[in-house]
């Protein structure tokens, strides 16, 4: 494959018509009756809780292949963001979501306000220690063991996670994620890509909040007067490589708009398909 395909080309046709995609983010958008925190409650993320989650959901479809009947992993879940709008596309017999996250307090609020209302959506806490989040946490990123069976979901969500993870702890969940997917799953993954147009901030566009500089000789970037995992950017190459180590194919590339060029997303995609049947 190309690079020029590997960037823009999607991972699979999408499994509904753009249409219908249209209209289910559109109906997301303007659902008054879904189910949200109040903004004193939403403890990760920016911009809008309702249009962010409108977004990915039409992410997910088109660029990840989503559909109504997977079984869907989504690694951070925080206080419903993807969840939510999710609610409004997987078949409620057929397909199932799984969220998972270090702070109780987001698993709490899904727990009272979506499982009661959508039953195939459930959510738990993971003591996964983090010096941001989770600082007390019990389990260590480096010895993560995700608490389900092998093979168990056909689509798996880290938006936002990889971006707040130290690089021994990327390959870390990269293998649980491989390890959990069917053969032929997904893992739709969203990343600060610190590739040459981004490390010179060639257009002078560049998110300002991103003046990434490298932490030394290895492949990470951090925010000088931030907390070092407040955002993460890795050099371009470590996360395909670290995707490759797990045992899963890179399908889709897309860079984002933060790096100051013209993109239908903020944050790099990454999407990644597990071929083999086991390790």
């Not at 289910?24 to 958008?29: G, K, M, R, Y």
């Not at 566009?205 to 907390?227: I, K, M, Q, S």
Request: hydrophobic share 40%; glycine share 10%; charged share 25%.
């Amino acid at each position: 494959m190309s690079e020029a395909a590997l960037l823009h080309a999607p991972a699979t046709a999408p499994p509904v018509p753009e249409d219908r995609v249209q209209w289910l983010t559109d109906a997301v958008l303007h659902n008054r009756f879904l189910p949200q925190p109040g903004s004193e409650s939403i403890f990760v993320g920016d911009g809008d809780f309702r249009a962010v989650g409108a977004e990915f959901l039409g992410h997910f479809i088109r660029m990840g292949g989503l559909r109504a009947d997977n079984r869907v992993l989504d690694i951070g879940c925080g206080i419903g963001r993807m969840a939510v709008p999710l609610t409004q596309y997987l078949d409620p017999e057929k397909g199932r979501y799984n969220g998972i996250d270090p702070v109780e307090g987001g698993i709490h609020w899904c727990r009272r306000f979506i499982t009661p209302i959508y039953p195939n959506f459930t959510f738990q806490r993971l003591d996964i220690a983090h010096e941001l989040y989770n600082p007390r946490g019990k389990i260590s990123g480096k010895a993560l063991k995700l608490p389900f069976a092998d093979r168990q979901f056909d689509f798996v969500i880290m938006t936002s996670i990889v971006t707040h993870l130290p690089p021994d702890e990327v390959l870390v969940y990269l293998r649980e994620v491989e390890r959990i997917l069917t053969q032929g799953g997904c893992l739709f993954m969203t990343a600060f890509v610190v590739d040459r147009a981004a490390a010179a901030n060639e257009t002078g566009r560049r998110d300002p909040r991103l003046a990434f500089r490298r932490d030394g000789e290895g492949p990470c970037w951090f925010v000088p007067d931030l907390p070092a995992l407040a955002a993460l950017g890795f050099d371009d190459g470590f996360l395909d490589s670290a995707l490759e180590r797990a045992g899963l194919a890179v399908v889709l590339k897309s860079l984002g708009h933060w790096r100051g060029k013209d993109a239908g997303h903020y944050q790099d995609v990454i999407v990644a398909e597990c071929r083999g049947a086991g390790r």
